[in-house]
């Protein structure tokens, strides 16, 4: 007798299927718990399967044999993907969730320009906030960080070391770690991507994450799991409980729980809030200009091919 899975019984109930693929580490986990502890699949009709990658190579891979639906990825890697022939578009945006320039409480920095000759540490020569300073640096400073400061790469918590030292004289750390370093006192920023991006000329409400759907997911399904998305994120805005229940879960570790305040402010303040051919081609701008300075293998194309991207769902209609 054969056994239904269930997903097959999760269809025969009427309930849209959404097999999901996360990273070991991302918030993507964050939204999924979100849609549960809400209630808003049940509220929807929606099944999540969801299933957790070590790398993103590997969800890559599920991806591509269409063991997964959607995922969440940057905006550049959208692009190769569809180069390597796996059929995925970004639909959506997820998050502008890019960090900032930071530098100790009593340092002498006050702005980028004093960035000139320091010791900067970034997560890597490719991350895309240190592309973007040195974007901005080069077309408004008249220097590249690159060659004119020294730019070492550091995972977070090292950084957070070295500035401490005094070995580094900055750091640009992913957005959840600014967060608790701000947020500890000991720390503060001196330019935020968001304000990097304006002072570029460009919108500050260019995403850096964005949802990834397979082409052959079915839209009406695809739609429901957006307004899930959309209803998850309005309702962690004004509920305490979800975010206890995110490190209850293990879904997020702090040293300080009290840190999880800062995290939640600066979560907030990075959900997108548009999504429309402007934004669309405000990267396609953003990818132009940082290959112009670093180059394409740093920036990882060298353009950005727009049938990758999809405004059918329009910013905010699901909710």
């Known amino acids: 007798m054969a056994i239904a899975s269930g997903v097959d019984v999760a269809r025969a109930q009427g309930r849209a299927v959404v097999r999901a693929g996360l990273q070991a580490s991302g918030t993507f986990s964050w939204m999924l718990h979100a849609i549960e502890y809400f209630g808003i699949d049940d509220e929807l ?12 190579e ?3 891979l599920a991806l591509m044999a269409g063991d997964v639906d959607v995922t969440v990825d940057d905006f550049v890697n959208v692009v190769l993907m569809r180069s390597r022939g796996i059929p995925v578009r970004a639909v959506y945006p997820y998050s502008l969730a890019l960090g900032g320039v930071l530098v100790r409480q009593d340092s002498d920095i006050r702005s980028i320009a004093d960035l000139r000759g320091k010791v900067i540490a970034a997560a890597s020569l490719s991350d895309k906030s240190l592309l973007i300073l040195r974007t901005l640096a080069v077309s408004r400073y008249g220097f590249d960080p690159q060659y004119d400061s020294e730019t070492i790469s550091a995972a977070a918590p090292l950084m957070t070391e070295l500035a401490l030292r005094g070995e580094v004289d900055a750091v640009l750390p992913f ?4 967060a608790r370093m701000v947020g500890s006192g000991q720390f503060r920023e001196i330019a ?14 260019l995403p850096n994450l964005v949802l990834l759907a397979r082409d052959d997911l ?8 957006l307004r899930a998305l959309d209803l998850a994120a309005e309702r962690m805005k004004h509920d305490d409980g979800v975010w206890d229940s995110i490190l209850e879960e293990g879904l997020y ?14 979560w907030e303040a990075s959900l997108p809030g548009e999504w429309n051919e402007d934004i669309i081609r405000g990267l396609v ?31 905010g209609q699901q909710r």
């Not at 079915?218 to 799991?225: K, N, P, S």
């Not at 570790?253 to 600066?266: F, N, T």
């Open 192 to 205: 935020t991507v968001h304000g990097m991006l304006e002072e570029m000329g460009l919108s500050s409400q």
């Open 58 to 60: 590997a969800a890559e």
């Open 45 to 56: 009709g929606l099944q999540i399967e969801a299933s957790t990658y070590a790398t993103k």
């Open 253 to 266: 570790s702090l040293p300080d729980r009290s840190l999880m305040a800062s995290v939640r402010a600066r």
């Open 175 to 178: 957005w959840h770690f600014a």
């Open 285 to 315: 701008e953003l990818v132009e200009a940082m290959v112009a300075v670093a180059g394409p293998e740093l920036v990882g194309t060298e353009k950005l091919d727009v049938d990758a991207f999809s405004t059918e769902f329009a910013f």
């Open 218 to 225: 079915d839209r009406g399904v695809l739609a429901t799991f």
